[in-house]
């Protein structure tokens, strides 16, 4: 009798999809970067500007990814593209740094932020904060473990939510800015003197900015699961990144409305004190509530996408072969999901996730930019009449899309590293330590074909 492999379940449709984009973006970002941004560049109609920028780099983003995600509807996503395109190393050393520390060190630093907005709301002591993490994090592992059906719906449920949060500040906000709530605060009508350099205030604001957009990339790993993904992939990706878009300009013109420029500036929790500002305590706690609801779907969301690359390196040799192979019944890498919760538990143990973040989150922009590029090498290759995927949807503007989007992928890694050179080589020295485990591991494939 002979063995039939196990395969992915196609089960993941265009409203799931996404549902996926919108919460791989939207987490705690929109509730705190707004400030650093206001502080570096000033003035109201700057902070828009910024983030609109910031929005356009991220639907050129889409449309790259859009394009090779129906090129190679392949399970594993950026991994598998900059393998085909640039080769294994690179491939794996992105693998290695999302796996060591970005996707289980974001899942640790956002399960904490949930665990502290939740507890006060619950009435739990803030001993409780670590339990509540470990909870969460072996939760949702194992609603992912059981299917991406299951995962996929508690993404839905939750990215609902996230947006019906965020809607009721824009909601009061844009009716504050309207008269409907009662005048402007003093702060909102303070006078504010635009920044001397405007070209580099903004240069300045957009690295915290695009930081935020990031995170439609993830949807890509799960490309083998969803239903067409030739068509519902590039649709979920453009339709997801335009609602953040809109959601992020509209969250900001709340903002604005409420505390005005100098205030935003001023304010390390904006979003509640502009729900404070506006209906007092109670938008304040409600505001809070839909904070904890949307760090708790980006959990589940990061938790449901990354294991699938580790499946897919696994597969090509270069992890465990027990992380390659799926669940004969639920059809999900569950090896690779418990592994990436039980790392994320570690890290949140260990307290060292926010440092290990610091180091490689610039990482995270370089595989970017060298993702932009693998569309370049496509792209090359099909006018060669060489294999370069089925192409079910072409990006626009080519060259000109993937080369911004480059361009300001390599924009953000500089601003990053000029900002902490020393995390910066700290970053680089652990993706360093990738590449000796990387030739170990194709060593052995060898040895052992």
Do not use: C
Not at 40 to 63: D, H, K, N
């Amino acid at each position: 009798m002979v063995d039939v492999p196990v395969t992915y379940a196609r089960r993941v449709g265009l409203f799931s999809g996404v549902m996926m984009v919108i919460g791989g973006i939207i987490g705690s970002g929109i509730f705190r970067s707004p400030q650093v941004v206001a502080q570096r560049v000033l003035t109201g109609e700057l902070t828009l500007l910024a983030w609109a920028l910031g929005g356009l780099i991220a639907l050129a983003g889409a449309f790259v990814y859009a394009e090779l995600g129906a090129r190679m509807p392949r399970t594993g996503g950026q991994y598998v593209y900059l393998r085909d395109a640039l080769g294994a190393l690179p491939a794996f050393l992105y693998g290695w740094a999302l796996l060591l520390v970005i996707a289980p060190g974001a899942i640790a630093a956002v399960a904490i932020t949930f665990a502290d907005y939740l507890l006060p709301l619950v009435g739990g002591a803030p001993s409780l904060q670590l339990p509540v993490v470990i909870a969460t994090i072996a939760l949702l592992s194992a609603i992912n473990y059981v299917g991406v059906t299951f995962g996929a719906i508690t993404q839905n449920i939750f990215t609902v939510l996230k947006l019906a949060a965020l809607a009721t500040l824009v909601a009061l906000g844009l009716a504050a800015a309207a008269g409907l709530l009662g005048p402007p605060s003093a702060v909102a009508a303070a006078a504010i003197q635009p920044p001397s350099n405007v070209l580099t205030a903004l240069s300045a604001a957009l690295v915290p900015v695009l930081f935020s957009y990031g995170g439609w990339q993830q949807t890509n790993f799960v490309a083998e699961e969803m239903i067409a993904p030739e068509r519902n992939l590039p649709r979920a990706l453009l339709l997801g990144v335009v609602a953040v878009v809109v959601v992020y300009l509209l969250a900001n013109l709340a903002y604005l409305a409420a505390l005005g420029a100098d205030g935003l500036a001023a304010s390390s929790a904006p979003a509640a004190d502009t729900m404070r500002m506006l209906i007092g305590s109670a938008g304040e706690t409600l505001i809070a509530a839909g904070i904890a609801v949307s760090t708790f779907g980006f959990i589940a969301l990061v938790i449901l996408v990354t294991p699938r690359v580790l499946q897919a390196m696994a597969a090509d040799g270069l992890f465990l072969p027990a992380f390659g192979r799926l669940h004969p019944r639920y059809r999900t890498p569950g090896a690779a999901i418990a592994f990436v919760g039980a790392w994320s538990i570690a890290l949140a143990l260990s307290g060292k996730y926010g440092a290990l973040l610091d180091y490689v989150v610039f990482a995270d922009w370089i595989f970017f930019s060298l993702t932009g590029v693998t569309l370049l090498i496509y792209r090359a290759r099909e006018r060669r009449g060489q294999p370069a995927g089925q192409p079910g949807f072409r990006a626009p503007l080519h060259p000109v899309l993937p080369i911004l989007f480059v361009l300001a992928g390599i924009y953000v890694v500089f601003g990053s590293v000029a900002s902490n050179p020393a995390n910066a080589i700290r970053g680089v020295a652990i993706l360093a330590l990738g590449v000796p485990v990387y030739f170990y591991s194709r060593r052995r494939v060898r040895s052992e074909t």
